[in-house]
């Protein structure tokens, strides 16, 4: 969705544009995910076939929508003729979501964060985010970043976590950058839809979207109090504590979705991002150490902040205590102000539009 943001902004910007992806290998597919939670055969058949089945929906979409460079690079192990392939184009532009989230990886920095001084190409960031930003660098390789980004036309961070992270470790004077909503806000929630087969089940009941890892300690526990308050739990990936499943749907059904929920409880920032455009309150919960930087900041918790919603923001980590989520749950109809949150993203949206204005302008003159 965020990629589709990022087209749909520069076709407006770039009416007669060709607008390319960098073709490259996930950066983070060969991390080990280790999985301690006991599984039955039968759940972990199930959860690798939802999961099949939604990777090449998934798939199918992303070559349908767009069109990937001619070549491909691994981020961080390129070869030396990059900087010759990446010429071929007048704009680069790096961005959205957290691509910046690794700096270096066997010492080299990534071409995510663009350290090509000979790079003729206009150079800018999107709203990108170094979320959770939890990388060390050698003074050296600060200086190299530091330089890069003094070099670029425009500097689009998402969200203060990143921002503070530019500031006060590379040195990037503040007036530099400009926090950019996230990329989705180019986009239309109203044009998304959920396949029909789902949608008759989900019409008439109190639906709370519930996505966690098979990882999260209190995935049942969580999913049995929501169900006490008379919500009906749907995920997107397959969870056993759900009552239906919406586990094969592209990234188009997924974003049709949240328009039946009425409560959207996640470890994840996009179900956040969503339920938010879609005016939907929204539970968003940290709970692993790898996914929020080292002070407990995180890309969840900013994004709710924005929205004046942190007490909707939860921390697990090192706490078991369910009763203050319970509570917030309860008082969804005083901490929740639906209106509110539609002139927040009205206003981000204004301000989204505005922004392409200033970065078509700095890229042209």
Partial sequence: MQALGVKTAFQKAFPNSTIHFLDFPDFKQNKIIQTPVKRSLYTLFLQKLYAA?????????????????????????????????????DIISVGSDTILEEACINSNIGINWLPFPNLKAKKIFFAASASPANFSLTPQQKEILS???????????????????????????LTKIHKQPDPTFYLDVNTFSLPQ???????????????FNINFP?????????????????????????????????????????????????????????????????????????????????????????????????????????NPIEKAIEKLD???DAQKVNQINVNYIQKANILLQEIKESIIK
């Fill in 197 to 211: 087969a789902y949608t008759k089940k989900l019409i008439g009941k109190k639906i709370a979207l519930y996505n």
């Fill in 334 to 336: 005083v901490i929740f």
């Fill in 218 to 322: 209190y995935r049942k526990e969580l999913a049995s109090l929501l169900k006490e308050k008379g919500y009906t739990l749907v995920s997107t990936f397959y969870n056993p504590y759900v009552d239906i499943q919406i586990a094969t749907v592209d990234a188009f059904g997924w974003a049709g979705l949240f328009k039946y929920c009425h409560l959207i409880v996640t470890e994840r920032f996009h179900d956040s991002v969503f339920g938010l455009r879609n005016c939907k309150p929204v539970i968003a919960i940290d709970w692993d150490s790898n996914r929020f930087a080292n002070q407990g900041d995180s890309k969840t918790f900013r994004l709710l902040e924005d929205y004046n919603l942190t007490d909707l923001h939860f921390n697990l980590s090192q706490s078991s205590n369910l």
């Fill in 147 to 173: 330089s890069s980004l003094a070099n670029l036309k425009y500097i689009g961070i998402r969200d203060n976590l990143t921002i503070n992270f530019l500031t006060k470790k590379l040195n990037i004077d």
């Fill in 53 to 89: 089945i939604r990777l090449i929906a998934y798939h199918k979409a992303y070559k349908k929508t767009f069109t990937l460079t001619p070549f491909q690079t691994d981020l961080f192990n390129y070869q030396a003729d990059i900087v010759n392939k990446l010429d071929e184009y």
